[in-house]
């Protein structure tokens, strides 16, 4: 079975940063579909925050351009999300989704919790 682990989430201040990683422990993330990831607020529905295609072509969410940015090692299996001036209505679960084997694959999640 396809596997796909999410790490990187944590505690810190207003204005810090984060990287988050998802790998996938088998296939290829190369596709045609855009991958990415998602976050969930307390209370609330998951959001789409930033997706990137196989070329490396990129979109975000409105509220975290121009402090997210995203990227991905296909040799790893892996995408990143590296978080800069993070506030605290950044606070959620974040949750990748990848693309392997012709279906949606999702990441268990992990907490970003950011201070005041």
């Known amino acids: 079975q396809v596997e796909v682990v999410e790490s990187g989430g944590g505690l810190v201040q207003a204005g810090g940063s984060l990287r988050l990683f998802c790998a996938a422990s088998?296939?290829?993330?190369?596709?045609?579909?855009?991958i990415g990831w998602y976050c969930q607020p307390p209370g609330k529905q998951r959001e789409l925050v930033a997706t990137i295609t196989r070329f490396g072509v990129a979109n975000y969410a409105d509220s975290v351009k121009g402090r997210f940015t995203i990227s991905r090692e296909n040799a790893k299996n892996t995408i990143y999300l590296q978080m800069n001036s993070l506030k605290p209505e950044n606070t959620a679960v974040y949750y990748c989704?990848?693309?392997?084997?012709?279906?949606?694959?999702w990441g268990q999640g992990t907490q970003v919790t950011v201070s005041s």
């Open positions: 989704y990848l693309y392997i084997y012709g279906r949606e694959r």
């Open positions: 088998r296939g290829s993330i190369i596709s045609d579909n855009p």
